[in-house]
Nanobody, 123 residues
């Protein structure tokens, strides 16, 4: 079992920056990929970024490249999502996920999910 707890969400003005954190506990993450997703009201959950824990390889949704950065701190078992130049359309609940994902963009490739953290971007 892996437990994931997100934090760092909140209210930010358009153009601002925010860093989300995901604290992982439980079994070792060495074989896992960690992903960030978001879900806006009335919309499907959307893939943002993923990182292969063991080697640090990253993968981004095309629309997020240049604004979002995924990072991991192996010593602390933490994954971060650094978000820049936020827009009102970035408003959503942001989720951290872990799994033996091969298709990183697919939600069903991830076995464990956090409870989510709300990000609201005002115009």
């Amino acid at each position: 079992q892996v437990q994931l707890v997100e934090s760092g969400g909140g209210l930010v003005q358009a153009g601002g920056h925010l860093r989300l954190s995901c604290a992982a506990s439980g079994r070792t993450l060495t074989s896992y990929s960690m992903g960030w997703f978001r879900q806006a009201a009335g919309k499907e959950r959307e893939f943002l970024a993923a990182i292969k824990w063991s080697v640090g390889t990253t993968y981004y949704a095309e629309s997020m490249k240049g604004r979002f950065t995924i990072l991991r701190d192996s010593a602390k078992n933490m994954v971060y999502l650094q978000m820049s130049y936020l827009k009102p359309e970035d408003t959503a609940v942001y989720y951290c996920a872990a799994g033996n994902a091969n298709r990183w963009t697919e939600t069903n490739e991830y076995n464990y999910w956090g409870q989510g953290t709300q990000v609201t971007v005002s115009s």
